[in-house]
Every structure is written in C-alpha cells, then in structure tokens.
C-alpha cells in the first residue's frame, strides 16, 4: 500500500496530490463500510486516540469520535470546559500529561492557529488538526472533495464557488488549497469586509463581488456559516441584507447549472446563508457531506497511523 | 549556566586590533585603555592584562533604545541584575528605560525605579540609565500624570510605554501640558481600533495563516495624529519603532513642514520579514508586528537616507512559560541586547558605512536620550567571525529571541563597559 508524506495532517496547504488522492481513496473504501450492517472494522484496535477540543464543537467531535469507533480505536474527550486548562495549566502541559497515558493520536480543536503544529514539535502522537483558528479544517476540506467527487465524478476542472466568511473561514482556506490541488477552480465570494484583503492569497484563486456571476458556472457551491458577532463587530449591516446579498435562494440558483451542487460545513443559519427550501432541496447535499465526513476522518486516522491491519479495511 | 566572565580590569592593553579612532577603523598594535582616562599612552602605564584582540573592531560601546526588564513582575525570572547582565553582553554603556507594565507616573516611581535598578542592578549605578516618565496616570486616558515633577526628577521625556496612542482630546492635553517641560514625546504610533486584536502584519501570511493582522495604516493613522497635534502645539516627538514606509513617507513630510520629530527603527525589522510566520513560531512574536520584505526594504533606505534617526533594540524578557505556546497565545517581545550588534553590524556597515552605523547604534540614540557619549566603553567585535545564538548567550532564565538558533555574521569577542572587562 501507498503511504502518505505527511506524517500529521495540519492543513491542506502544502499537501500533495498523491496524499490527498490516497485519502479520498480510502475514504471511498470507508464510505462503503458504513453501508454495511457491520460498519467497525479492526484497524485501530490498540490504539488510543484522544480528541482534544478546545472549543465547543458538536458535529466535528462526534464525527471524529464515530470514525475511532468505526476504525475500534480506544477513544477519550477532552473538552477545555471541564480540563486542567481553566486552571492555569499550559497547552504543552495538557498535551504532555496525555501523552503520559501513553496516546498514539491526538485530535485537536483550538481558537490559535498553528496550535496542531506546535502540539507536534512538543509531542511524539500524531496530530490531526480538527481546526485551528481560521487558518486550516483539513478534514472539512477533504469531505467537501469527496462529496463533490460522489457526486460529479472528478475534482479536475470542476468550478467550485465558495460564498460567505472566507476572511475568518478555515473551511474556505483548506479548501482552495486542496481543491487547487486536485485541478478544481475555486471562485470567493463575499461582502468585501469578509473577504481576504491580499492579493496574494488571492492568486490562487478568483475572486467574484457579483454573486450571479459566481454562481453561474459553478458546479459545487459551498455557502459558508455567517456568524453573528460578525454584525456586533460592524463587519456587516445586518443578517438581512446578508440574506438578500449574498443567499442561496431559488431566484439566485435560477443563474446556475442545472445540476449545480449546494454544500455547507454545517450547522446552517436557514435563511441567512441558504434558504430552507435550497437546504432540503435537489441540489442539497449537506448530508452526504456528513456521511462522508466520518469515511473521510476514518481515511485520515487510518493513513496516519500508518495503515496497518490494511487487509480488514 | 549563563554566569560571565567578567574581571574588574581597571587598565587593560588591547593587542592587535582595529581602533575606531572617531572616523575611521585604524590597525593599532595595542591600546591602552585606562578606566578613568580612557585610551592613554603606553609611557608610564601599568596593565593589569593584555589581551589579544586577533585583528578584531574596537569601537564604542552602544546605547540601547527600548530597554524594559520587566522587573518586580518575576524577579526570579528577570530582574535588573539581568538585564545589566545582558548589557554587559552586548557591549551597551547605557540605554532608554520606560516600564510597560509598571507605569513611571510621578516623581516617586521614578526615584524607586532608579534605585531599584541602582540596588538590585548590582553594577548599575555607573550606567548610563535614562527614563522616560508617563504622560498619563496608569497608561490610561482619564487623568495627566504629573509631568512637572517628572520633568524635575530627571526623566527626558515622556512616553507610555507600549500603549497605543491615545485618543485625540487626551493626546492634545497631554502634549499641550507636558509643552510646559520642554520633552519629547516618544510614540509608539499605534491606533489601537484599527489593531484591534491584530497580532501579526496584516499581509499575505496573515491571510494565508488565518491570523488577525494589524494593518499599516494602524501605525500611519496614528502617526498622522501625533504629527498634526506636534505640528499644533510645537511640541517634539519621536516615533519608537517604524515599520513602514508610509510613517518615514509623513516623518519626512513633517521635517519638511517644520515640526521636530524624530523616529528610530527597531532591530528586528530591521532583519526579519513576515514571511518567518510561515513557522508560527512564537519567538517571532513582536510588536508592533515584523512587516512585509517590501516595508523592511523601506525600512532600510530610511536608514540610508538618514530619515531615520536611530536603531532600537526594545529588549523584553518574556517568562518561558509566555513563549512554549502558540503564536497567538504568546506574550509579545523578544530579547535583544546580547544579540543586537552581531546580528545588525556587517549588513548596516555595506549599507551606510562604518560612522554612521556607530551613530546610529550609539551615539544617535543617546543624543535623543539626552546621555552622554560612549567614552571609555567599548566592544571588541569580531566582524567575519560568525556566532551561532545558543541559550547560554542571555542573561537571566529566559531567551526569547528569533535568533535563538541562527547564525550571526559576527561575534562580540569582549566588552569593556564601567571598567569591567567581559570575555565571551
């Protein structure tokens, strides 16, 4: 079997195209095991992975949770909330005093960039960040290609819109790299204050203001979560004028391609960033992103670990 | 262990070496360096050591701009003695005191600062040590700190450490009272909403990291601010501390239009550029923040056109504890003294030659600190002699330094500072 370069996923910036194909490749195997009545597999059997969550986080956590059980990894939480963290203790110092209890992985959640990476030079575990700051959600990024792949076949050549937050989004940033990549042609678009204001991330990608213009030859837009202490910071007017800007609505899909895909990382302000009727309707494919969200961070976990116990998977 | 080597040499003969002689580096087969006198003839003088100096510089000792040693925060990290230490280290005869945490906002605080540094500073009390007094109580913007007392107890001027600069009434009543003392008013220009919680240059790092950056015009707005409320009030500023060339663009405009302001460029911005956030490595944690190649080239041909005045070095001990975490979660500020000449001379001598690079390592900077000259101070630099930085090269229990780890062009081999001889 093909082993990753990687020894830890951080982000997507940088990342190879054979990494990235050998992980949706495994997650495409993955997602076929959780179709089956059976969907744990003894890949991780004996190791122990601990989900280090800094930041309140529902859907991400239990997706990775899910896909330990799935691979029958030993699995701890760790919250901030109810950690040694509140009481003055350092963020090396957390890492070190897990790792005593003798941990193979460590995920993690936190609000600094880099946070992963400087757990890796303080660390012998692998890391795998499950977001850091605003700077990368690589596994995010990875469920979007997959999804995006099951259902248009390929990344190459595909046009990706990504519509919202981009300046404070982790999820727009792995995902123009990763899609980048893997030959897709990623389009922003945003309110001008939420959009990055160099131009050199810039060039890798094309940045649109007129949102029909970017929706009109995408064939997967991702619509971004708003938040709202965006509105509190003065960053933008109001939720509604957010909604009649920039809203997936039906009269704005009348500007697409038939078969255009909507995506969301989730969770989904309905009627602000999609409209209900576009978030359960045809071209919806959130949940699918879900699903695979668990094949994908299984893939990743597995790769990591190195791959062993390959013939059950 | 970080102890020095360091003897009470009170005349010492220098071998071999290259002597500044106040304009140029000149061969002298030796030197005799009397502690009171200064350099005296070899008739009738009594060595108590002579030392082989292997062809290196001699050149007068440097004045540090930006010194805070964070003292009584953890006195068992950092204290004076430390920072006097470092001092020793680096060749500096003297430097700018003002404390960012611990306000000097009345006459008292000042006398307890300096005797602080005199008890504590073990071998302070012939440094040439000045301080800057606040202009507000507490680094606020409620209430003026008395200036005039500060004024009479010696401080040179007035400044509020780190602080952003402060709203525009306050700004004016500060600057229109403190008029009444004669000081300069050091700025580190900053307007504090436009930093907001901006921790790195906003640029295509922060961008591409995802990190909250501090714009340029957070500096240029605030600059522009202190000019006109200068140009107003004919009171003297300095800008601490440029970063880019939009603020040496308005320092230059300023001079033009009369106002007296004058500016100093720190070290590091000097060195490094944001592309060093690519590690994320909290060592670079520096504000305000290190700036694009674009604005450190800007930076330079300040220097080279004598826009800008001084070099600073901004020496902040940061606890260890503050720095093993992530970039954002770092306390800000890196040391400098022990590091700064080896690290800035070979490149600023091919910019700007030789006397003007003393100038602006020393003499410069304590002109617009109102000390008095290098004099019987000096360094012994080894020029092609390279050093790589290893912890054991600072003072005190801590070394945050972006150098920490690299290879510097030149090695500081000795410092005669106070009559006391430091071999490193």
Redesign the interface.
């Known amino acids: 079997m093909s082993a990753l370069e990687i020894k830890h996923l951080f982000g997507l910036?940088g990342v190879s195209k054979h990494d990235i194909r050998l992980i949706l490749d495994h997650a495409k195997q993955f997602r076929e095991i959780l179709e089956r009545p059976v969907k744990k597999v003894p890949s991780l059997r004996g190791m122990t992975v601990v989900n280090l969550f800094f930041e309140n986080s529902t859907r991400t956590r239990t997706s990775f949770e899910l896909a330990e059980k799935r691979l029958s990894a030993d699995t701890v939480n760790f919250a901030s909330s109810n950690s040694s963290v509140k009481k003055g203790e350092?963020?090396?110092d957390t890492l070190r005093n897990i790792e005593a209890m003798k941990i193979d992985i460590v995920v993690v959640r936190?609000?600094?960039?880099?946070?992963p990476?400087?757990l890796a030079d303080?660390s012998k575990a692998i890391i795998v960040n499950a977001g850091d700051?605003?700077?990368?959600h690589p596994t995010q990024a990875l469920l979007d290609m997959l999804t995006i792949e099951e259902k248009l076949g390929t990344l190459e050549g595909k046009n990706v819109t990504i519509i919202g937050d981009i300046?404070?989004s982790?999820v727009a940033?792995s995902n123009l790299w990763g899609m980048s990549t893997m030959g897709a042609h990623v389009t922003l678009c945003g309110p001008s204050t939420l959009v990055?204001?160099?131009?050199?991330?810039m060039n890798h990608v094309t940045w649109e203001p007129d949102v029909k213009k970017a929706v009109a030859n995408a064939d997967a837009i991702i619509a971004l979560r708003l938040q709202k202490e965006r509105m509190d910071d003065a960053l933008l007017p109001s939720m509604r004028e957010y909604r009649n800007t920039f809203g997936i609505t039906e009269e704005l899909l009348e500007n697409a391609k038939d078969k255009v895909i909507i995506m969301h990382p989730g969770p989904i302000n309905r009627g602000v960033e999609l409209d209900s009727d576009i978030a359960d309707g045809e071209h919806s494919v959130i949940l699918d992103q879900v699903t695979n969200g668990v094949a994908v961070r299984m893939a990743v976990l597995f790769l990591l670990a190195g791959g062993r116990n390959n013939e059950n998977a | 262990m970080k102890t020095l080597n360091t003897s009470n040499l009170s005349n010492i003969v220098l071998k071999n070496a290259k002597f500044w002689n106040g304009q140029k580096f000149e061969q002298r087969d030796e030197i005799c360096v009397d502690a009171v006198k200064g350099i005296v003839p070899r008739d009738g003088f009594e060595a108590s050591a002579e030392i082989d100096c292997n062809g290196a510089l001699v050149m007068p000792a440097l004045f540090g701009l930006g010194l805070d040693f964070m003292e009584p925060l953890r006195d068992d990290v950092y204290k004076y003695a430390d920072g006097i230490d470092a001092m020793f280290r680096g060749g500096f005869y003297g430097g700018l005191y003002e404390s960012a945490a611990n306000p000097i906002d009345d006459a008292d605080k000042l006398t307890a600062t300096a005797n602080r540094f005199r008890l504590f500073g073990n071998r302070a009390h012939d440094f040439e040590i000045k301080f800057l007094g606040a202009y507000s109580k507490g680094f606020g913007t409620d209430s003026l700190a008395e200036m005039m007392e500060l004024a009479e107890a010696g401080v040179v001027g007035f400044g509020d450490g780190n602080a952003a600069i402060p709203h525009s009434r306050f700004l004016r009543l500060a600057m229109e009272y403190g008029k009444m003392t004669g000081k300069r008013f050091f700025f580190q220009p900053m307007d504090k909403t436009l930093r907001k919680s901006g921790c790195v240059h906003e640029g295509a790092y922060s961008d591409m990291l995802g990190m909250k950056g501090i714009p340029r015009i957070a500096e240029t707005v605030a600059a522009y601010t202190v000019l006109e409320t200068a140009r107003f009030l004919q009171v003297p500023v300095h800008f601490k501390q440029v970063t880019c060339g939009e603020t040496l663009d308005l320092v230059r405009a300023a001079r033009q239009k009369g106002i007296d302001v004058t500016c100093d460029v720190n070290l590091y911005h000097l060195l490094l550029d944001d592309s060093c956030l690519e590690t994320l490595d909290s060592a670079y944690h520096i504000l305000p923040p290190i700036r694009s190649a674009a604005d450190r080239d800007a930076l330079w041909a300040g220097i080279v056109d004598g826009t800008v005045d001084a070099i600073s070095v901004n020496h902040t001990p940061v606890l260890r504890q503050d720095t093993v975490v992530n970039f954002e979660d770092s306390v800000p500020g890196a040391l400098s003294l022990e590091v700064a000449l080896p690290a800035i001379w070979n490149k600023l001598v091919s910019k700007v030659g030789e006397a003007r690079a003393i100038e602006l390592l020393s003499t410069a900077p304590a002109r617009l600190a109102g000390a008095k000259s290098a004099q019987n101070n000096f360094v012994v630099l080894a020029a092609d002699k390279p050093h790589t930085v290893v912890e054991r090269d600072f003072a005190g229990h801590v070394c945050n330094s972006p150098l920490l780890g690299k290879e510097l062009p030149s090695s500081i081999l000795a410092t005669y500072i106070n009559g006391v001889y430091t071999q490193l």
């Not at chain 1, 936190?110 to 946070?115: E, I, S």
């Not at chain 1, 990055?196 to 991330?201: F, G, V």
């Open positions: 910036r350092t963020l090396v936190h609000k600094g960039t880099g946070v990476k400087f303080n700051g605003a700077h990368e300046r404070h982790r940033r990055p204001r160099n131009t050199e991330l």
